[in-house]
């Protein structure tokens, strides 16, 4: 799902592939990580179906170049607002050149590192309004127990009835046939929705997209 990218920046661990993926290819798709323009569209239209839309605040962390943006906007499916949270600058500028390009007035981009800033999602909830996270890929560079801690900051700032949606790499491939994932890091597909019904029993599961590869949950605070 990912390129395997050399480490050249001095950026966090985290956010390093993107930082070294942006001095080679600007605000490209190559800059995104993914291995096809096709793969990314098929995530976003999972997490399109879980949104409440035209109705929800989204917060989209790790917005890249706002492709997922993008994509609402091109199928008819903007939520009332959209905020873009992304630590690269290059990607940080490039959404905002697609705001401003297309005109989206309920749309704006912040340049925030949400692992870094620990009281970014209560920011977003307290300041924007913002009553739905998104994590589209934004979490494959970080290690199964930060991702779950990065998670739990971002479920405890929602507000009631709040969403929290992610898509991550899954471990329960057909046949056990992971293979190289690069920078990026399966997660233990189970213990992940193990994680969320702890948590609230408002839990949507997609694992059927991909051949398996990835999965997506969407949490409602009750």
């Not at 291995?35 to 990314?40: A, I, K, L």
């Not at 170049?65 to 949270?85: E, H």
């Not at 307290?126 to 934004?138: E, L, V, Y």
Request: proline letters at 5%; hydrophobic letters at 40%.
């Amino acid at each position: 799902m990912f390129k395997k990218q050399k480490p050249k920046s001095d950026a966090p661990t985290y956010l390093r592939p993107y930082a070294d993926a942006a001095r080679a290819h600007g605000s490209g798709f190559g800059t995104m990580l993914w291995r096809s323009p096709e793969g990314q569209k098929k995530r976003f239209e999972v997490i399109a179906q879980m949104i409440d839309q035209g109705q929800c605040i989204c917060a989209d962390l790790g917005c890249g170049r706002a492709d997922l943006l993008t994509y609402l906007a091109d199928t008819g499916r903007l939520p009332q607002a959209y905020l873009g949270i992304d630590g690269i600058p290059d990607m940080y500028a490039a959404a905002q050149a697609v705001i401003q390009d297309r005109a989206l007035e309920n749309a704006q981009c912040i340049l925030a590192d949400f692992v870094a800033d620990a009281t970014l999602f209560q920011k977003l909830a307290a300041d924007h309004d913002a009553d739905t996270f998104i994590f589209s890929g934004s979490l494959n560079t970080l290690e199964e127990p930060r991702a779950k801690a990065l998670l739990d900051r971002a479920w405890s700032a929602l507000p009631f009835n709040g969403l929290l949606i992610f898509n991550f790499l899954s471990d329960r491939v057909p046949g056990g046939d992971t293979g190289e994932t690069g920078p990026a890091y399966r997660f233990k597909t189970l213990a992940m929705l193990d994680w969320a019904l702890e948590r609230t029993p408002l839990v949507r599961f997609r694992h059927d997209y991909l051949d398996g590869h990835d999965a997506t949950i969407r949490m409602q605070k009750p």
